[in-house]
């Protein structure tokens, strides 16, 4: 195995020229990426939410290090995935939108760079990026879960939960790894959806193999239409949920996504009696894939492999549900743009919590370090090993977000300024005293020097990454 001796061979190298990075094992760590679907940062037990089950996260929160800053960047599952592909920026990697954008060529992508370090790559789950998991560098699939093959007839009307029509997934199946389509498994999201990603997963977890594995598990949840699970309609109610600090019937400006598919899933005004109901299938959904992580835990604890893996549990973006009159993720708030954010496995502190400024797109980097192999030259984002080391606090002063051009975002310790170009306001939160962001102080004369300043800092970050926005109009 040339290429395995190789990559053997460049680690030994690269510990000699810089030395260990994280506390080494006897071989390579394996890798479990877990990524859902619209999750917010508050959906976990043991991270404050006494209202849903998650025991297993719960474990991994216990054993792991938790970020609690963790930001998706782009709140869109699209372009927030291809960061995570390619460790770039949108503005880099050439997808910022939802749209037929396709992620540039010559970027070394991920899954590539851990195969061509002698990794196993593996992929299951939900796959909506351009290309296909094989063409980016996965060597197989299970339970990949995409769009086509399904046989709802162009127009057709199909209606979900409470009869409302369902407008995502439509006409999505599950594919074999050869291409063949599962129908079997149903068309569109069904309440066994992620059920069906875990199995593909376990399938691959169950192998017995001399190399290390990297497996990158993308679950649909909680993503809508929400769909309870099988005996989870009791255990999840309105009843039983409790609205948000955030809840407004209707956001009091156009922030630029009014008319998008996400905020029409429920009327405006927003009522309680509705977000309730929304909350409690979403809570359902999030406790089902809690049991899908559990499952996959339990298979690396049985075969002694969980001592050597970095499992690594996020989101691809949170969710509005209801918080400041939204229903979609396309915002610069906290409950959106914060990803629940969890890494366990060796060289990693038990049950710590750090507020430092990640990105998602930084997981490549990390991975790559936590691994001794090379950062590939195309990777744009900073490796947050030092930060699991405890050796620096944050490898980031300050964070950015962005959502097509309608909204921008910085955010700089207890302080965080959102711009809304086309409609023209400014937003200014102090995160401390007001985490809800509810007291907009943007128009307040003592803060004028602040709001000057961070908008300087925006200007200077995007303006650099070439950001039309910026480039082609004044602000």
Known sequence: MPSR?????????????????????????????????????????????????????????????????????????????????????????????????????????????????????????????????????????????????????????????????????????????SGSVELEKGVGLTALTDKYIADGALRFLKRKTDKPFFLHVNFTGPHDPLIYPPGYAEKYTGAKMKLPATFLPHHPFAHGNFEGRDERLLPWPRTKADVLDELAVYYAVVDHIDKQVGRLLAQLRADGRLANTVVVFTSDHGLAVGSHGLMGKQNMYAHTIRVPFIIRGPGVPKGRKTDAFIYLRDMFPTTCEMAVIPIPATVQAKSFAPVIQGKVRSVYPMAFGYFRHVQRMAWEGDWKLIWYPEAGVTQLFDIRADPDELRDLSGEPEYKARVARLNQSMRDWFSARGDPVYLERKN
């Open 5 to 177: 001796l190789h990559a053997v061979a460049m680690r030994l190298l690269l510990l000699a020229l810089v030395g260990v990075v994280l506390p080494l094992c006897a071989a390579q760590p394996n890798f479990l990426i877990i990524v859902t679907d619209d999750q917010r940062s508050d959906t976990i037990g043991a991270l404050g939410n006494p209202r849903i089950q998650t025991p297993h996260l719960d474990r991994l929160v216990k054993e792991g290090l938790v970020f609690s800053n963790a930001i998706c960047s782009n709140p869109l599952c699209v372009p927030s995935r291809a960061e995570i592909l390619t460790g770039c920026s949108g503005f880099r990697n050439g997808v910022l939108g939802m749209g037929r954008e396709q992620m540039k060529p010559g970027l070394k992508f991920w899954a590539e760079a851990m195969r061509e370090a002698g990794y196993h790559t593996w992929y299951s789950g939900k796959w909506m990026n351009d290309g296909k998991p094989k063409t980016r560098g996965y060597e197989e699939t299970g339970g990949l879960f995409s769009s086509g093959g399904g046989n709802w007839k162009r127009g057709q009307v199909v209606r979900g939960r409470k009869g409302r029509a369902i407008t995502g997934y439509r006409n999505w199946t599950f594919k074999a790894d």
